[in-house]
């Protein structure tokens, strides 16, 4: 894929498949009945089963995807490590915990997500008070020292939480297990709320616009700490901040979906497999891609086997891995 | 700035390092045209004063200045167009070409252009890295790779360029080139770490030995680099001999 026509093409990627996912679902919309609904001048069947249930759902699963995608990209490179997705921060962990106490005492849909919103934000404040010495340090540029104690201490937030999981899981009643599991796997069966999706579509617009300002720094920054610095970059102020929109976004995803796997590790791969490593082209390749996978992967979660409905985090591994392991062998 | 006016300075400076003095009260100016061979036995403190130097570590004690001003006060970006580092540990997690390498020593100075990437190609080309610029950085050799790093950072055009250990990974041909290429570097101030004390004869104009124990002595490299005082830092004999009308050092394993 050439480098400057692969932006526009994931656009249209995209576009593609959000009209799939407006069209896919149990009353099928043939393509000129969603496009004249999306125009606003379809038929009020059309109209009302696209804009109540499946263009909020389809901007969710966007929204998810594109948000884990860029907090997984944005760690990859500050840690210098490939192996590194959006939950390594531990953010996820304290929002499934929010999330999953406000299941078992039996509150609604939208409590459910606001608990996992605030679980996401105490975690976020939690990771910076902790590891605030190696965040904000003056003398941490000669080793990598200061990364590696922010990823140790997500790392330890993330263990503690999936520990307070499993005693909930352990604790809860089966009626609530089912919930319960299909939170940690990640599903937007209760994504229908357009003003939630547009909210962390807007979340995601700020996490990139940030990402791209200071995308040419993290260039220099993949190169080693010391070096960059050298080279005029402010390191430890770009790497708080860098921390701060990838931990944001994460929240984000987690609070409309739980924990969607896989997504954030795997979408940032594909793409420096396909386009190098330029954080200005990967991070927003990375947003377009990990939402258009989200998009597809849930369009299959509930039509593949209707009226059943799969969580959609079964889905992304299982179409992910594949097209990973394909381009890895073939690049 | 004037030519006498430092471009480096160190008043007083202390340097600790796991509960151990190295260095005590340091006074040291750097000059445009000055060549500083820092030399010192294993964990003397040489990399150590690198970095205070480059504004990367703070100085246990004593002032530290660039330009005439404190230097922990100064900006990232006026510290980059003021002095490189080459340091002897590269960083290379994913993928990227030799010139996009050498081009981020550009990056305080806006996009890079097409005059950046030439002289990007024109330092590669006078490190003996000339054919090696669309290669992957991770596939180099240790010895080349050092060589990229040398050209990364000539490449952000500084007037003064700290070095350490530049030609620790360079065979005999490229360790006597890297030395001459240096050597007429005259415009700008160099300190380089070097453990070779013949390459630091043909480098230097002037020397900074370190005990690596608070102790150190500095001066006009000729009058420095004498046979006894290298014996008493290394602790071990060093003879002058002399070949082709020149100067060289000859290092034993004891003392005699």
Redesign the interface.
Known sequence: MKRSSALPLLAFAALASGLLALAAGSVALSPERVLAAVLGQGDAAASDVIWQLRAPRALSAFAVGAALALSGALLQSLLRNPLADPYVLGVSGGAAVAALGAIAAGLGTAVVQGAAALGALATMALLFGLARRALFARNSLQSDQATVAVLLTGVMLAAFAAALLSLALSLAPDTKLRTMVFWLLGDLGGATDARAAVFALAVVAFALVVALVHAPALNLMVRGDLQAYTQGVRVAATRRRLILVSALATGAAVTLAGAVGFVGFVAPHLMRLALGNDQRVLLPASVLAGGTLVVVADTVARTAFAPLQLPVGVLTALIGVPVFLWLLAHR | MTAREPLLALSGVTLRAAGRTLVENLDLQIRAGERWAVLGPNGAGKSTLL?VL?G???ADAGRVTAAGRPI?GQ???E???L???V?D????????TVLE?VM??R??FGAGDGADETLALELLAALDCGDLARRDVRQLSRGERQRVAIATALA?TTPAVLLDEPTAHQDPRHQAWVIEYLFAQRERALVSTLHDVNAAVRFATHALLLSGRGSYQLGPAAEVLQAEALSDLFETSITAVEAEGERFFRVHAARR
């Open positions: 970095a480059a990367a570590r703070m922990e900006r990232e970006d510290l980059a167009r002095r490189a580092l340091t540990r590269w960083v290379d997690p994913f993928k990227s390498t981020t020593a990056y305080v952000q």
